[in-house]
């Protein structure tokens, strides 16, 4: 099918200044609530929200994806595969009372991008304009992905958003940060040892580690190293293939690589489904750090 792409419409009257004070309460309630999961913090959560209200998308319809910040809705928040996000939600809840006037969609994305500016990532340009759409509009569930299965599975379930080989194991380099909770996935462990600083340590330890296939304690099959990392069954499925693992290697050398291309596949993943020829240049802020000096 053809449906008409999201027209966005910025919020009325705003610009970088304003959605700079939402960027700026959002890293300073991280910075300042940086005990959660263990002293990971709340960044590799938020990324993780950015991307499943995104990961809704299907191009074959233009439904789902980032626009209607349809998250909001129960039906969407309770799918299985968002468990683990209510404490994302939750630490977004006050920014929104705060600033009462940006999107649910907007919130969401700008919290993603955000969380991996103040963990050393990328500058990730952003674009307001997401609209909140009605109840009837959030996606079923299940449109979110299984994790068990391998990397074939992985590149046509990506296909439905029309991203390529390259764009697929640039944005899985997003596993560097936070860890599987047994609680959530029925995964368990951290990727690797920097779990809330953006790098390309997820490639350097998929190559790298000695891995075995083991049986969790929720019967799930996941690669361990005696390092105490992990890997999904999806994740291992990229040095499996031949045409996913050059890309891998690509990015285990080449750090500035990874981030170039992780920024392109990331905004893609955040803007799909929506036309902002109507908008001016897109934003990019500034960290906290930098405004300090
Ligand atoms: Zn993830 N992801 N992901 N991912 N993800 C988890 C955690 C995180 C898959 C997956 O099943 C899982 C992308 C793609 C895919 C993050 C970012 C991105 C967890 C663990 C699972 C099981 C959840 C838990 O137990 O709490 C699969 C199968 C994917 C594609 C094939 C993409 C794309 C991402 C961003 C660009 C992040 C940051 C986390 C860590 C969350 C946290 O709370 O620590």
Known sequence: GSAALHLAQAEDGKGLDDFQKVYNAIAEKLRDEDEFDGYIGYGPNLVRLSWHVSGTFDKNDNSGGSFGGTYRFKKEADDPANKGLQNAARFLEPIAKKFPWISHGDLYTLAGVTALQEMQGPKIPWRPGRVDADEKDAPENGRLPDASKDGNYVRH??????????????????????????????????????????????????????????????GNEQYNSNKGYMMLPTDYGLIQDGKFKKYVEKYAKDQDAFFEDFKSAYVKLLENGIDFSKLGKAYVFKTLDEQDS
């Not at 390259?166 to 599987?180: D, N, P, S």
């Not at 996935?185 to 891995?211: D, H, I, K, R």
């Open 157 to 218: 379930y990506f296909g439905r958003f029309g991203f390529s080989d390259q764009e697929i194991v640039a944005l899985l380099g997003a596993h560097c940060l936070g860890k599987t909770h047994l609680e959530n996935s029925g995964y368990e462990g951290p990727w690797g040892a920097a779990t809330n600083t953006f790098t390309n340590e997820f490639f350097v330890n998929l190559l790298n580690e000695n891995w075995k296939l083991e049986k969790n304690d929720a």
